[in-house]
């Protein structure tokens, strides 16, 4: 409570308190300290100061603010032998207070997932706070400028993906973002930039993942049922014309894709620098989903 009053009494000291608290790790605090950054993110105010820190919080927050990781299903953490040392519970380490605790699953339950509680918080998400004081630049339209152009992120959603971007160079951001179907172009956009600035924050490895990432994103735009219907119809009306057989062509290129990363986050430390480093897997295919070839490379 007393945290609580010192907010209402000082609103600036309290973000700078609870962000500086947050530089620690997520693992580091309790349920209810991750549960204070939680509430600080979700008020635009708050994830302002928290996207436009100098040192900013680790990315491991992006396993809190992600709820489907949160209540991800536990995995053993294994020690340098091979041999399995530990369980690791995804809900143990980046849990809230507000959560609710989830049911125990054991790590060899392979078929057997967590519920994830639909009003769990998603700091992800869009929330109520997100829908105010948009403008015309966060709707599309049927013509024109807006026509041609993704609508931006709501202010709140904005300035987190500033804060991805700052800390795109960390394992659990790589990691993080191996497990998604894209981001908004625009955050896309701010990373390949960063990347291309060559600052040298990012190692030659964090680098090579978040091309691959990309690649394989964009891969999966192309790949699609409905995609195969229509070029069969075109055929069928038009013949094989010479944009025909270029359109083939495009479609069985190889192409990159990923594996699931799966949910488990747990590396032996003395192995890597992070226990997000962890073997991330791309394949060479052709939209049959035959595979040409396949190669894995660590990240740390």
């Known amino acids: 409570m007393e945290v609580w009053a010192i907010r209402a009494q000082n609103p600036d000291h309290w973000y700078e308190k609870i962000i500086d608290l947050s530089r620690k790790g997520p693992e580091a605090l309790l349920p209810h300290e991750r549960g204070q950054v939680a509430h600080l993110v979700s008020t635009i105010e708050g994830v302002k100061k928290f996207a436009a820190s100098t040192n900013p919080p680790p990315a491991d927050w992006l396993c809190v603010f992600d709820r489907l990781i949160r209540y991800a299903k536990p995995s053993y953490l294994w020690d340098t032998s091979g041999a399995i040392n530990s369980t690791f519970d995804p809900f143990t380490a980046f849990g809230l207070d507000s959560d609710i605790v989830p049911s125990k699953v054991d790590p060899d339950e392979y078929f057997r997932t967590r519920e994830v509680p639909q009003d769990a918080w998603y700091g992800l998400a869009v929330i109520p706070v997100d829908r105010k004081d948009l403008d015309v630049h966060n709707f599309p339209e049927l013509r024109g400028f807006g026509a041609m152009h993704i609508p931006k992120l709501p202010d709140r959603l904005s300035h987190l993906g500033r804060w991805l971007c700052k800390v795109s160079d960390q394992p659990a951001a790589v ?104 073997s991330l897997t791309w394949m060479w295919s052709i939209p049959a989903k035959v595979t040409v070839s396949k190669f894995r490379m660590s990240i740390s």
């Open 175 to 278: 990691w993080w973002a191996s497990g998604q179907s894209a981001l908004h172009p625009h955050l896309k956009s701010e990373i390949e930039l960063e990347l291309a600035r060559g600052t040298g924050r990012h190692s030659p490895t964090i680098r090579r993942a978040w091309h691959y990432i990309f690649d394989a994103w964009k891969n999966k735009t192309n790949v699609s049922g409905l995609h195969y219907f229509q070029f069969e119809s075109s055929v069928k009306l038009d013949g094989w014309t010479n944009a025909a057989v270029r359109q083939l062509a495009q479609m069985l290129r190889p192409q990159l894709t990923q594996r699931d990363r799966g949910t488990s986050l747990g590396r032996p430390k003395s192995q890597a620098r992070s226990k997000f480093a962890t």
